[in-house]
């Protein structure tokens, strides 16, 4: 079972950046996808980005066009570049391991938080 570890969380100002990492314990190319979800406090959690084996991405509608989710098979790592921030993605970040349309790994988070 590949472990996965999220980095790169944190406090950061309204219009800001911050880039996400989950690096896997081993090879992600084996999976269909890879993706992040976030939750915020009392919410469910939520469907950010995916990115599948050949690279195929797709985004939430609240954040399309403001980040970018991307993998390097060599160094086992998926990232989620995340620019013009607002307060409302205020939310622990998740990274998600996908094989056969279940998400059967799943990383312990990051928090990111957007002050006004």
């Known amino acids: 079972q590949v472990q996965l570890v999220e980095s790169g969380g944190g406090l950061v100002q309204a219009g800001g950046s911050l880039r996400l990492s989950c690096a896997a314990s081993g090879s992600i190319s084996g999976f269909n996808a890879m993706g992040w979800f976030r939750q915020a406090p009392g919410k469910q959690r939520v469907l950010v980005a995916t990115?599948?084996?050949?690279?195929?991405?797709n985004y939430a509608d609240s954040v399309k066009g403001r980040f970018t989710i991307s993998r390097d098979n060599a160094k086992h790592t998926v990232y989620l570049q995340m620019n013009s921030l607002k307060p409302e993605d205020t939310a622990v970040y998740y990274c998600g391991a996908n094989r056969y349309g279940v998400y059967a790994a799943w990383g312990q988070g990051t928090q990111v938080i957007v002050s006004s």
């Open positions: 990115v599948t084996s050949v690279g195929i991405t």
